[in-house]
């Protein structure tokens, strides 16, 4: 209940300038409830349609970044002699603006979803081999020794010290790339397609229809929400430890 207080107390915050942007901007900037009218037209107009295959795509970059990324990153960060020579690797290629292989990837795979959903999925994937390989590195030895004293083997180690420890800053980390994710997604959404939220926006400016370029807007912004929010009830069922911590203390 205090969560969801928390939200409309932003929401009218976040409204309030967007009616004072709107006010001084005039048409250029609509109204929050002219924009929201328009948002609840359009839903019924092709709108969630265009929300639906945006959702899926970054969907699948993220689910694709995290299951090859952070297992990569955990093994990086306990395995020196892996990580001697693969650390130089990403060292070399995570600088590299990934965003400009686009074109490259519309050429080698076609127009449809999978090279948008490859390109996001790359640069998330270094964000969560990077974060995953630190956390992993950073695991004090007396937490590994204790269990090694136990007969552990190194899969028993991974399940019940490796994982647990760095997963809660692993999900920082997807919180943190979400937003990237998300920009990403629209630039990919801007080229050779008629499908997606950033084509929508694009296509909403060049048409100058500024109602209908705020509800794209709109539109991604609620994914993104949703993104957050779904990744908040994925930590809590994953990192059940971690809360329970929070309300003892």
Request: hydrophobic fraction near 55%; include cysteine.
């Amino acid at each position: 209940m205090i969560k969801i207080k928390h939200y409309i107390f932003a929401a009218i915050f976040i409204a309030a300038i967007w009616q004072g942007l709107s006010i001084t901007a005039g048409p250029v900037i609509p109204s929050p409830y002219t924009t929201i009218l328009t948002f609840t037209d359009l839903l019924k107009d092709g709108m969630l349609i265009h929300m639906a295959v945006s959702l899926y795509r970054i969907l699948a970059s993220l689910i694709l970044a995290f299951c090859v990324g952070v297992p990569m990153g955990l093994v990086l960060g306990r395995e020196q002699k892996v990580d001697n020579f693969f650390s130089f690797v990403i060292l070399l290629l995570y600088p590299i603006p990934k965003i400009v292989f686009l074109p490259v990837l519309l050429m080698l795979l076609g127009l449809g979803d999978l090279p948008r959903i490859l390109l996001i999925s790359i640069i998330v994937f270094f964000h969560m081999v990077v974060t995953a390989r630190d956390a992993s590195k950073n695991i004090p030895y007396q937490s590994l020794d204790s269990i090694k004293s136990l007969g552990a083997s190194k899969t028993d180690i991974y399940r019940h010290v490796v994982v647990p420890a760095c997963m809660p800053e692993i999900f920082t980390s997807l919180r943190i790339s979400l937003g990237t994710a998300l920009s990403v997604l629209f630039f990919t959404e801007t080229f050779a397609t008629t499908r997606g939220i950033g084509y929508f926006i694009m296509d909403a400016w060049t048409r100058a229809d500024y109602n209908e370029l705020f509800s794209g807007i709109l539109g991604m912004s609620l994914i993104g929400l949703l993104l957050f929010l779904l990744t908040d009830f994925v930590e809590k069922v994953i990192c059940r430890w971690k809360y329970c911590e929070i309300r003892i203390c």
